[in-house]
């Protein structure tokens, strides 16, 4: 509003400014050549009498030149020849002898302005007529300063600048004051009672305003409406608290927390944040991260709030934490704290591409790349895990009894350093990816350590009961521990540790939605295949990072046998593969990228048609409402691990088909398998089977698609984010 009224203010005075300098400067001009003429007039009968008279037509002149502002007079005759001068202005100015000749030749007076060393001055020249009726004989020249017009010109611009600037200043301040006191304060207090209400709170801030008055009383009716809608919800919550077998939503998991762990500190640990910042330009924005932790673990923390620890890995992350390296979360309405553990690039390349993701990705993902350890590695992992352990005791010291959630396989060693530091500590390690055999896992060099560290939580979480059997077996195997398989727990120096099954899933609870929410969305889908080119009446969708446990290069060798079994679906049907980066400084990955690129260029070359090409290729992130239209606009989705823990992209997909079609195939190496069985099951390795089932998946008919998607929506409702989160709490609370 200030640059606006300054933009006003400014075209104004601009205006008005250039309007009275012209007229001002044409004023000044006319008033020097009137007195030029007045001057010249002055001279014409004394010069005219005495013109052959050098002498005393010079003593004329002279008598008549005291005016400071003449800068000079002479007299020329009727051949041009000056016979008389007041200053050497008049010879010197080339322009003054042509001016004379114009004067005598047109018989009238002649001026003009004219810049002379620098300075303006105003030439003026008048014929002179002989006393006896000779005609013209001669003329006069006045020469005059004129650089005072342009003076008073500067002065006028200058005035009114700052006249300008003090006129600014004063609307400005005037604006501010006005927009504190009327508006700034109004919707603050409007801000505060929304925050009251969205906390179940009625808020005493509502006053009358007489500006935003009747916004606030109508605002204050429906707060009350919104208090009394958030107590009912959490009366509904309450009364069941413990059936788990009914849907779960956030605001049962909010109630559900606090009334089993009261005001205990709840802290969560994990490699990567959930919130990224980065510059774009000059502006900072913020990005939500791909993959199953952050899709699982962020829903619960905004459910239960605390506090996250993750690593700050964005160009502009240091900029919008407080001096506790903090930030309140998610940033457009923050209900829990980020705080961020900062690595070198050491570390990083040794803890994280280093041993993590050479040494135990490949290891329990078993997809036949050999994973590598390296000393080096190790030790980066431990100071690392070591840097957190320091972190979280920091923000639990003085906390009673603080509940401690990290996650995955980042932090094996995490657990026992907090134990340890506080055995006081409820301390759970969710272990997102799988757990490989006993076998598998003996040629880790550091695997006693690992289990050790591991074996310093009190609850161990995996996603499927055959993870839970393996780690189990492997810690029978390595180390001397106490095993109770009813209990399914482990013994290890007097402290025990549980382990069970915790499959995770998405935020989803099963909103019927309205008409107009339905068509907005088919539109959205509709909108997303318009952007990426696809004109064909089927497609096909896949969403990984770009990584080679992904069964990508198996899913595209699927297509290729798919059309060409099936040429009937060439130019019908279009796969797009969104595939995030991921781990880029590995060369593995690296490598891998290149691979899975050159092969989808291979087949789009044997395969394409005019403008249509079988497979669409997006190697960039995509956010999760980019996500859910491209889930919606497909036909299928293809969800092909060779090896993986869960796997969400299916649960989201079936979140996201509130239409109940659409057909999910499912690799059955994957953990969402065992829970999502009407989904097409294949074997990711066999090809053939694969595109078998893309075929299968077109061809089924819309009363089968409603069918299986009706079970498999029915499934990750009872069994979503919340639910995960809610078993893993009370299973916490059930140590004391």
Known sequence: ?????????????????????????????????????????????????????????????????????????????????????????????????????????????????????????????????????????GAILVVQKASYIDQYVSDVW??????????????????????????????????????????????????????????????????KSLVRAKHAAREAAKTSLEQLDTPWTAERLHEFTKDLIKNRTIVAVSNREPYVHYKDGNDIKYYIPTGGMITALNPMMQACGGLWIAHGSGNADREVVDKDDKIGVPPDDPSYTLKRVWLTKEEEEGYYEGFSNRGLWPLCHMVHTRPT??????EAYQKVNQKFADAVLKE???????????????????????????????????????????????????????????????????????FCNNFITTVSKELEALIDVEHSSITKNGHTSYIAPFPISVDFTGRKLGRQELEAQAQAAKKIREELGVKTQYLGVGVERLDYTKGLLERVKAIELFLERYPQYRGEFTFVQIADPSRTGIKEYQEFEQRFTEEVERVNNAYKQNDWKPIILIKEHRNYDYLYNLYRAADICLVTPLHDGMNLVAKEFVAARNDERGVLILSQYVGAAQEL???????????????????????????????????????????????WAAEIIKRIAELD
């Not at 001026?111 to 002379?116: G, L, M, Q, S």
């Not at 079970?711 to 069994?719: A, E, G, I, P, S």
């Open 396 to 466: 639990i010291k003085g906390k009673k009894n603080p509940i401690v959630i990290i996650q995955d396989y980042h932090f094996s060693l995490l657990p026992r350093l907090i134990k340890n530091a506080r055995p006081d500590a409820a301390v759970c390690i969710f272990w997102h990816i799988p757990w490989p055999n006993s076998e598998a896992f003996s040629i880790c060099p550091w695997k006693k350590e690992i289990l050790d560290g591991l074996l310093g939580a009190d609850v161990i979480g995996f996603h499927t009961q055959l």
């Open 373 to 378: 350890f390296r000393q080096s590695d190790w």
């Open 677 to 723: 069985r009407e989904a097409l099951i294949i074997n990711p390795y066999d090809g053939m089977q694969t595109a078998e089932a893309i075929r299968a998946a077109l061809e089924m008919q819309p009363a089968e698609q409603a069918r299986r998607m009706r079970k498999l929506r029915n499934t990750v409702k009872n069994n979503n984010v919340y639910r």
């Open 158 to 223: 200058r005035r009114n600048l700052l006249r300008l600037i003090i006129q600014i200043a004063i609307f400005s301040l005037a604006i501010l004051f006005v927009l504190r006191l009327l508006v700034q304060r109004p919707l603050q207090r409007l801000l505060t009672s929304l925050r009251a209400a969205k906390s179940g709170k009625e808020d005493g801030q509502m006053h009358k305003s007489s500006l935003f008055g009747p916004v606030l009383q109508e605002f204050s009716s429906i707060q």
């Open 1 to 137: 509003m200030v640059l606006v009224v300054v933009a006003i203010v400014s075209l104004v005075t601009f205006g008005f400014t250039f309007s009275q300098v012209n007229q001002e400067k044409q004023r000044l001009e006319a008033d020097i050549e009137y007195r030029s003429s007045l001057l010249a007039n002055a001279l014409k009968d004394p010069v005219g009498t005495n013109l052959n008279d050098k002498q005393e037509t010079q003593a004329i002149v002279d008598r008549f030149t005291d005016d400071q502002r003449i800068a000079g007079v002479g007299i020329v005759n009727n051949i041009n020849s000056l016979v008389a001068s007041s200053s050497s202005l008049v010879e010197n100015i080339p322009v003054t002898q042509r001016l004379a000749a114009d004067a005598m030749d047109s018989d009238r007076a002649t001026a003009t302005f004219v810049t002379y060393r620098g300075q303006r001055v105003h030439v003026f020249a008048e014929p002179i007529r002989g006393s006896q009726g000779q005609g013209v004989i």
